[in-house]
């Protein structure tokens, strides 16, 4: 897999005209982005289908939890934007994840991934609602489940992909949020990572945020988290 496609810059602002800004500052250095929740409020599908029609790869990570025909409804919304990949949140169970999947035939290039235990939360939050596992038990037991499903991967942290790949094998997806480069803060997420060890242990992509999106220049930053993707 090529490197530039391995790394997806998340667009982690609440406006559409900063968001625009970025993708122009980075230019050629980046095609592939995240549009969560906050800039999909903010800007709406308008802009999704805007990074569409310049050619890059959309990562549109809404962590869909709700009845399956819902969930259904929205991954076939977000297969018409043209989007690549779309996630839904494994805690839903069967039911909601084999729904997405569902969903997604009509439309062969787009992925659907499972959400396991977002990167900010630990073993102590697992307990707070009743999840007496580990945050990397945790991880393999929703990935097992989603893999069942028909899922094409996961969302986890770098410090579970090595586990994840053993798990499900060298053909699914391991996209892994929480990426910092060596003496960066890992500002929200509690199981961060570096790039090349995500890699190494098996994440197919990397996603970044503040790192580069912060950066006073954004194009070098993502230079050396390309740097950092080669061992």
Known sequence: MDTNNRIIVALDCDNRATAEDLVDRLGDECGFYKVGLELLTAAGPDFVQHL??????????????????????????????????????????????????????????????????????????????????????????????????????????????????DALGPDALIVTPGITL???????HARPGTPRAALSDGASHVVVGRTVTRAEDPAAALRRVRTGLVP
């Open 52 to 165: 569409v029609g310049r050619g890059k790869e959309v990562f549109l990570d809404l962590k869909l939890f709700e009845i399956p025909h819902s969930v259904a409804g929205a991954v076939r919304a977000a297969g018409a934007l043209g989007v690549s990949m779309v996630t839904v949140h494994s805690m839903g169970g069967t039911g909601i994840v084999s729904a997405a999947v569902e969903a997604a035939r009509a439309f062969p290039d787009l992925r659907i991934l499972a959400l396991t235990v977002v990167t900010s939360m630990t073993d102590e939050d697992l307990a707070d609602i009743g999840v007496r596992a580990s945050a990397e038990e945790q991880v393999l037991r929703l990935a097992r489940l989603a893999e069942k499903a028909g899922c094409h991967g996961v969302i986890a942290s770098p410090q579970e992909a090595a586990a994840l790949r």
């Open 182 to 188: 060596p003496g960066d803060s890992p500002a929200d």
